[in-house]
């Protein structure tokens, strides 16, 4: 009987974290982690073999905020008109892809970083793309800092 992963969300995470560690293999659509995790180790695989500390770091922060949020969800179902949970996955993602460009390129303080993608995320909100606003957001920052 193969157990149901739904009951180990932390190990099905630490899974695709090895995954990503080892051989740079992001994590698949069906996976059962949340948005904002899918995101952060996805950059981990990434950078494979050259992810660090502060990925790793980003991957399990993010997993904190969609343990978090899945388990409002499980006590009080999420209202469409709540943006808190939202909000949260948006702010572990994007501190994910500063701390991830920050590593990539180290001559660029952090603050003009973190400035560049805020001002990207405005110029580039739509709610209609908001699974794939963090690859545009990441795309345009490369861009900016190339």
Known sequence: MVPDSSVHPDRDFRVLLNRALTCGQPPRGGSMVGPAT???ITVVAQ????????HIIAAYDAH???QRQSTRGVEQPERPS???????????ATDALISQLTITYPGVPRDTIA??????RIALADPRLRGLALWRLEY????RLA
């Open 64 to 66: 904190a905020v969609d």
């Open 47 to 54: 950078h494979h073999p050259d992810a660090t500390a502060e």
């Open 140 to 143: 345009e920052a490369h861009q």
């Open 38 to 40: 899918q995101a952060a």
């Open 115 to 120: 400035g560049i993608v805020d001002e990207l």
């Open 82 to 92: 709540d943006d808190r949970g939202a909000q949260a996955i948006d702010y572990a």
